[in-house]
């Protein structure tokens, strides 16, 4: 199925429609894998399995810095200067990679210990893949770049069924239900999402230096990325991590299921995030006006939002019994709210990375501010899972407002400039 809708003639589909149409597909498959976890191994269990997921999660965010810098670069970059870039980025990632694998390796007993798991083995055997997402996100990166969506969609597609049908199958031909078993199927996935690879852009002979120019861009937007992903990091998983560090098992595992459905917005929006900025980019290098492209997004993502957010307030118990079950009905009533929580994030985020993409840093601080904001309210007042929701409002709400008023007064200033 998945193939024939890849095989699909271009004058019938576009490449962005078509790129569009995977994700939905691969975040669709995704939903199934964590629903069935949540089934299967029930709240306790699962919320070790949620551990996993979010330090997957955590991963790609860090992966995500190089996958976005190769990505804009692989805009603005062309022929040799292109390759000897290329070719340095996966060198670096490839490091930073297996240098991340080896701390969670190392430190395995110590992760055990702060996120009261069952074992310290799943965080050994996720560290052993480590190295080999980053190279996976570097080539990803090229495809976005160059706007290669039927490969990029391949890419992601590979990764999602492999997980999915290696970890199932796993567990119900095997009757293994541990959270090794869990580790095994995320990383053996790594191993798929390579594919395609494009062997073109790698040079094994040394590349040259780029220009001093060039590389004060790169080593710019890495690190203003760099912080940015930090921010995500810290919004978008945070929470997961502190309700398993101060709560019981059960209501840890209750609140991953929650923040799972609520989150379908988020995962929504960031297929939006990888058209927005090679698009953002290639207009700035035209010369063209860019807002436009902002303002179709956020339409997008705003009109998204509000139909979960009223299916979420509607049918709480409905929504939590068709996709978790009947032990983690007692999430129903905070459903709507986290989902208010997350669809202010996403929107929040379409404007930051459209800000990223100009080179403009102002509102990539703000995400930083209210992230270490969310996290510090949850970390004084968790008395209940319903007053940690109440918390990430807020701060979402806060980080919401700021963007807006700035976007705003930035557009009444390049208009007075102009």
């Not at 996993?52 to 995500?64: N, R």
Request: charged letters at 10%.
């Amino acid at each position: 199925m998945i193939q024939s809708i890849l095989n699909l003639r271009t004058k019938k589909i576009a490449p962005e429609q078509l790129f569009m149409l995977s994700v939905l597909i691969v975040n669709g498959g995704n939903y199934i894998y964590n629903l069935i976890l949540g089934r299967v191994l029930g709240p306790e269990q699962f919320a070790d399995a949620a551990v996993l997921i979010t330090f997957l999660l955590v991963l790609s965010f860090v992966a995500m810095t190089f996958q976005l810098v190769t990505a804009k670069f692989s805009v603005l970059f062309e022929h040799k200067v292109f390759q000897d870039f290329i070719t340095k980025v996966y060198k670096q990632a490839g490091i930073v990679g297996l240098l991340l694998g080896l701390l969670i390796i190392v430190f395995a007993s110590q992760l055990q210990h702060i996120f009261n798991t069952s074992s310290s083995v799943m965080f050994i055997i996720f560290g052993c893949g480590v190295p080999l997402y980053f190279l996976m996100s570097v080539n990803r990166g090229a495809f976005q770049g160059k706007k290669a969506y039927k490969p990029l969609s391949l890419t992601y597609q590979a990764e999602m069924l492999s997980r999915l049908l290696i970890t199932l199958g796993l567990i119900y031909l095997f009757n293994l239900q541990s959270s090794a078993v869990i580790a095994i199927g995320i990383v053996l996935s790594f191993v798929f999402g390579m594919f395609p690879f494009n062997v073109k852009h790698i040079r094994f002979k040394k590349p040259q230096a780029l220009s001093q120019d060039y590389s004060k861009q790169i080593k710019r937007f890495f690190l203003l990325t760099a912080f940015y992903e930090l921010t995500q990091i810290i919004i978008n998983n945070s929470d997961i991590l502190l309700v398993k560090h101060y709560f019981e098992s059960y209501e840890a595992g209750l609140y991953a299921s929650l923040a799972l459905i609520g989150r379908m917005v988020y995962f929504i929006a960031w297929m939006f995030v990888m058209l927005l900025l090679p698009a953002v980019v290639e207009l700035k290098k035209e010369g063209k006006e860019t807002a436009s492209v902002l303002f179709k997004y956020v339409g997008y993502i705003a009109i998204i939002s509000a139909l979960i957010v009223l299916s979420c307030l509607s049918f709480p118990e409905l929504i939590i019994k068709l996709l978790f079950g009947e032990s983690y009905l007692a999430m129903a009533p905070l459903l709507w709210k986290y989902a208010i929580a997350t669809s202010m994030f996403a929107i929040s985020n379409i404007f930051a990375y459209y800000y990223l993409s100009l080179d403009q840093y102002i509102p990539v601080i703000f995400s930083g501010v209210f992230g270490m904001l969310q996290m510090l309210l949850v970390v004084f007042y968790h008395d209940s899972l319903e007053q940690v929701v109440h918390m990430q409002i807020i701060a979402m709400l806060c980080l919401l407002t700021i963007q807006i008023i700035f976007f705003i007064y930035n557009s009444k200033r390049t208009r007075l400039k102009a």
